[in-house]
């Protein structure tokens, strides 16, 4: 069965970073493209990154493009979303997400709050 555990998260000074983990099991990592979502508060769902299979091409929302790195570790079975010159509009909990055959998987998420 497909496992998805984020990790990282926590409560960190505007201008600060981050660097968000999620731990992967249960597939064939390195064969599927991987997604970083959050949720602020009181809000909806929002897509932040994808980091594609293959190539390993990668891809942002405006609203995190320059600041945040998405990357994976093969060997590890380990995605990344580096955070750097966070924000306090960054404050979700983020969630790392695949789509295996028909279904999407995600984990529990991973909170992150940008404060002063």
């Known amino acids: 069965e497909v496992q998805l555990v984020e990790s990282g998260g926590g409560l960190v000074q505007p201008g600060g970073s981050l660097r968000l983990s999620c731990a992967a099991s249960?597939?064939?990592?390195?064969?599927?493209?991987m997604y970083w979502v959050r949720q602020p508060p009181g809000k909806g769902t929002e897509w932040v990154s994808t980091?594609?299979?293959?190539?390993?091409?990668?891809s942002y929302a405006d609203s995190v493009k320059g600041r945040f790195t998405i990357s994976r570790d093969i060997a590890k079975n380990t995605l990344y979303l580096q955070m750097n010159s966070l924000k306090p509009e960054d404050t979700a909990v983020y969630y790392c997400?695949?789509?295996?055959?028909?279904?999407?998987?995600g984990g529990q998420g991973t909170q992150v709050t940008v404060s002063s």
């Open positions: 997400r695949v789509t295996v055959g028909r279904t999407l998987w």
């Open positions: 249960g597939f064939t990592f390195g064969s599927y493209d």
């Open positions: 980091i594609k299979s293959g190539g390993g091409s990668t």
